[in-house]
């Protein structure tokens, strides 16, 4: 079975600073990423997705994330955050065959800070 | 517009009722989920659907059910065995591709 963490439960940082939200996965078959924004008191937003081809995976709102197959990890990086970033962000990986089952990490709070 | 419909946005349920979730959607998804989502924790599977008229239990279907007697429908019923219920609530929905859209979640209240 696979399985997902996100090393950081919460993330401040500073408006227009760069930042970087950590996901790692394990699995023993190939997997599809995904990267999802959740807003307070709303549903997840798909933020980005890799399924194959380029590793390197550019989404919505700015945000781009980097596949790395040997390290196995999955992180989301934006150069300039703004206030309106402020969000719980979730990793979540399904591997193939899968029936579209996904696995969840325990979710990073973003707070951008003025 | 195309999308998922949860309702209602806020439920209240006294100790002992069983309560349904509504959770509807017009995008042509053969595969339904339920998700249960507590303060600073990540998504847990209730239940699952791949098809009409069959569903499967995921990680904590215990005090809950569902059915899915039509494709755009898939109703979720917290029963008195659940214990602890108060959470938000989400369902979502998908067709191949992996990718699974969510509908805005219902936050439950026991009191």
């Known amino acids: 079975a696979q399985s997902v963490t996100q090393l950081d439960s919460q993330v401040p940082v500073f408006e227009e600073a760069p930042v970087e939200l950590r996901c790692n996965y394990s699995?023993?078959?190939?997997?599809?990423l995904f990267w999802y924004v959740q807003y307070p008191n709303q549903g997840l937003q798909l933020l980005l997705k890799?399924?194959?081809?380029?590793?390197l995976v550019k989404g919505i709102n700015g945000f781009e994330a980097e596949f790395n197959k040997s390290q196995t990890s999955f992180h989301l990086r934006k150069p300039s955050v703004h206030i309106s970033d402020t969000a719980e962000y979730f990793c979540?990986?399904?591997?193939?065959?899968?029936?579209?089952?996904?696995?969840f990490g325990g979710g990073t709070r973003l707070m951008v800070k003025p | 517009d195309g999308g998922i419909t949860q309702s209602p946005k806020y439920l209240f349920r006294k100790e002992g009722q069983n309560v349904t979730l509504s959770c509807e959607q017009n995008?042509?998804?053969?595969?339904m989920y339920w998700y249960r989502q507590d303060p600073g924790q990540g998504l847990r599977l209730i239940y699952y659907?791949?098809?009409?008229?069959?569903?499967q239990k995921g990680d904590i279907a215990e005090g809950y059910s569902v059915s899915r007697e039509k494709k755009e429908s898939f109703p979720l019923t917290v029963t008195s065995a659940q214990k602890n219920p108060t959470a938000f609530y989400l369902c979502?929905?998908?067709?191949?591709?992996?990718?699974?859209?969510f509908g805005p979640g219902t936050r439950l209240t026991v009191l």
């Open positions: 890799y399924l194959s081809g380029s590793t």
């Open positions: 979502a929905s998908s067709i191949g591709g992996a990718q699974q859209f």
């Open positions: 995008l042509n998804h053969d595969a």
């Open positions: 699995s023993s078959v190939s997997v599809y």
């Open positions: 979540a990986v399904t591997v193939y065959n899968a029936g579209n089952m996904l696995t």
């Open positions: 659907s791949q098809i009409v008229n069959d569903f």
